[in-house]
């Protein structure tokens, strides 16, 4: 069983950037890949990037290459988010999966495990 647990979330005004991590235990990290994922208010969870179990990673469209995941190779991922703006607010949320399946990474019923979530404000 892995637990996840992100932090790094908090207010920050337009064109800031934060770093976002996510800490895993209780499993074997080098055998999950890892999403993020995000949730406004009133609108369903969004898929904002994957990195695999070889480092390879894959974005939304959303981010328009402003966002970067990375994993380091002890049990931490990373989501370094620059120029944010009002609408990237939302609560991210980490998840760890078994598979590294393109397709299947990109959708929440494609990840085994999921962190508690961390809010992200961007003030205009």
């Known amino acids: 069983q892995v637990q996840l647990v992100e932090s790094g979330g908090g207010l920050v005004q337009t064109g800031g950037s934060l770093r976002l991590s996510c800490g895993a235990s209780?499993?074997?990290?080098?055998?999950?890949?890892m999403g993020w994922f995000r949730q406004a208010p009133g609108k369903e969870r969004e898929f904002v990037g994957d990195?695999?179990?070889?480092?390879?990673t894959y974005y939304s469209d959303s981010p328009e290459g402003r966002f970067t995941i990375s994993r380091d190779n002890i049990a931490n991922t990373y989501l370094r988010m620059n120029n944010l703006k009002p609408e990237n607010t939302a609560v991210y949320y980490c998840?760890?999966?078994?598979?590294?399946?393109?397709?299947?990474?990109?959708?929440?019923?494609?990840?085994?495990?999921w962190g508690q979530g961390t809010q992200v404000t961007v003030s205009s």
């Open positions: 998840a760890a999966s078994l598979t590294n399946g393109i397709l299947v990474l990109r959708l929440p019923a494609g990840y085994n495990y």
């Open positions: 209780g499993g074997t990290f080098s055998n999950h890949s």
């Open positions: 990195i695999s179990t070889s480092g390879s």
